[in-house]
């Protein structure tokens, strides 16, 4: 059996009998079809126009739609696990530096457990651990934020699913674990991940605000930059405010919900505070807006 075919097995073996939702990776664990949007778009998902090439917006748990993603990627050796009310938390242990190890100290340090639940074994030694988080809360993917070692995958974020290839390698269960539900995340650490809450910014809704049609185009907006994918999350930030600033531009949102709405959506998505805000105020900048 060619990698294709045992990824391509493996894959939907991970979404018949686990329920996860998937997609094809290449050897570089990095989503293999081409978007078929131009730089800039803000689609996030097959499921809304129809084509492959949206990376984890492509994910699904339905065998047709999974073989026909594999059929599209004939060098697909790996899967990707949408990470949906879950959390990847990928420990590395390489060139010096121990996750495990830093993950011990901050479970020392915080008083908490670290749960035994499913552990994907990844080629240079590390470890992915898959945790649940409650329904409804947006953790930001990060790299090294928790400390040396640690990455987190999750809100339109991936891990490598079990069974898959990669240039170091395979990546397969832990033997003396295998597959179990994802167990809870530590309170804890889920405190940790989470960023802080948004800067309160100065009221100056108008009177009609609340229930206007301005509102929920703002809102619109807000969930394009929420459903934006991993590698276009700026781009649509920055769509979404040049729209935005055209409504502050006609006195019909104000400029400091603009800012405190979209800012706080690009937090929610992984994107770093200062960054958020030089993308809103570019698009500002862009529109003949002054914030």
């Not at 020392?108 to 552990?119: L, M, Q, S």
């Not at 100056?204 to 276009?232: H, P, W, Y």
Request: glycine fraction near 12%; proline fraction near 7%.
């Amino acid at each position: 059996m060619s990698n294709h075919d045992k990824a391509r097995a493996a894959a939907l073996h991970a979404a018949r009998e686990w329920g996860h939702e998937v997609f094809p990776l290449s050897i570089h664990k990095t989503p293999i079809i081409r978007s078929p949007h131009e730089k800039g778009h803000s689609c996030p998902g097959r499921a809304f126009c129809g084509w492959w090439g949206h990376g984890v917006g492509d994910s699904s748990n339905d065998s047709v739609t999974i073989n026909e993603g594999f059929d599209q990627a004939p060098k697909a050796v790996g899967y990707g696990t949408a990470c949906n009310n879950m959390i990847g938390l990928d420990l590395d242990k390489k060139n010096g530096v121990d996750g495990v190890a830093t993950l011990n100290r901050l479970a020392a340090e915080h008083g908490f457990k670290v749960p035994r639940t499913t552990t994907v074994c990844t080629p240079s030694g590390g470890f992915h651990l898959w945790l649940a988080i409650p329904e409804g809360i947006a953790v930001p993917n990060s790299v090294g934020r928790l400390g040396p070692g640690i990455d987190v995958r999750s809100s339109r974020g991936y891990v490598v699913g079990p069974g898959s290839i990669g240039r170091a390698g395979e990546y397969v269960l832990h033997p003396k674990v295998g597959y179990i539900e994802p167990q809870p995340i530590p309170e804890q650490l889920l405190t940790l991940m989470l960023p802080p809450a948004p800067r309160q910014q100065p009221q100056r809704r108008m009177a009609a605000m609340s229930v206007d049609s301005s509102t929920r185009a703002l809102q619109g907006l807000v969930d394009v930059v929420l459903k934006s994918s991993q590698g276009n999350r700026n781009s649509a930030l920055y769509w979404a405010a040049s729209k935005a600033w055209a409504h502050v531009g006609d006195g019909h949102v104000a400029a400091a919900d603009v800012e405190a709405e979209l800012i706080g959506a690009a937090i929610q998505i992984g994107l770093s505070e200062a960054e958020a805000h030089r993308t809103v105020a570019s698009a500002g900048r862009g529109a003949g807006v002054t914030a």
